[in-house]
T-cell receptor, first 115, second 117 residues
Framework: DSGVTQTPKHLITATGQRVTLRCSPR?????VYWYQQSLDQGLQFLIQ???????AKGNILERFSAQQFPDLHSELNLSSLELGDSALYFC??????????????FGQGTRLTVV | AQSVAQPEDQVNVAEGNPLTVKCTYS??????LFWYVQYPNRGLQFLLK??????LVKGSYGFEAEFNKSQTSFHLKKPSALVSDSALYFC???????????????FGGGTRVLVKP
């Protein structure tokens, strides 16, 4: 168990809908990262938050947004869903936001299926 | 921009034989390098990392990796593979120059390892 908790584990929704994925980082970790894993795109970095502030942005669509709350949990909001958004979404956390030396610990992911 | 290449989609090896999973990287400045393993329907598990110092890094489950700066490589190795090592392996890089690239971890495309009995 990595200590990173993601809910829900599975999500099935229709095209055009909006969903929220939730992540609780390991205790003491200030950084949260979101990744999307799909068969054709591999593991893609979406966005990183550090202590409530956006720190880095990757290939995140405008239909997607995220935030990190004062208690350090994070939510990834996906809207106007398309079939191609079906993927495994991972959250990871690490202690530092700027040092870079520490490894990130991953949750078990949320499998999103858009039908 | 930073990037990672894992040139082999799949590596097949017999149990007991040496296992090598290749990784090359591109990053500005000095790299921080990581290996992760993913079992079916599971998240990624950290195996080992190179930050600085000795080029040979030892990690979990008997894995090790060798950092080669001139070849910009960080190959994962295990002297004697087990059937239970069959999984998807990811190499990742993070720039030490955080200002340039944020703190994101960039992953390679993954290499599936199949260890046959």
């Amino acid at each position: 168990d990595s200590g990173v908790t993601q809910t829900p584990k599975h999500l099935i929704t229709a095209t055009g809908q909006r969903v929220t994925l939730r992540c609780s980082p390991r205790s003491g970790d200030l950084s949260v990262y979101w990744y999307q894993q799909s068969l054709d795109q591999g593991l893609q970095f979406l966005i990183q938050y550090y202590n409530g502030e956006e720190r880095a942005k990757g290939n995140i669509l405008e239909r997607f947004s995220a935030q990190q709350f004062p208690d350090l949990h994070s939510e990834l909001n996906l809207s106007s869903l398309e079939l191609g958004d079906s993927a495994l979404y991972f959250c990871a956390s690490s202690v530092t936001g700027t040092g870079g030396r520490t490894e990130a610990f991953f949750g078990q992911g949320t499998r999103l299926t858009v039908v | 921009a930073q990037s990672v290449a894992q040139p082999e989609d799949q590596v097949n090896v017999a149990e007991g034989n040496p296992l090598t999973v290749k990784c090359t990287y591109s990053v500005s400045g000095n790299p921080y390098l990581f290996w992760y393993v993913q079992y079916p329907n599971r998240g990624l598990q950290f195996l080992l990392k190179y930050i600085t110092g000795d080029n040979l890094v030892k990690g979990s489950y008997g894995f090790e990796a060798e950092f080669n700066k001139s070849q910009t490589s960080f190959h994962l190795k295990k002297p004697s593979a087990l059937v239970s090592d069959s999984a998807l392996y990811f190499c990742a890089v993070r720039a030490s120059m955080i200002k340039a690239a944020g703190n994101k971890l960039t992953f390679g495309g993954g290499t599936r390892v199949l260890v046959k009995p």
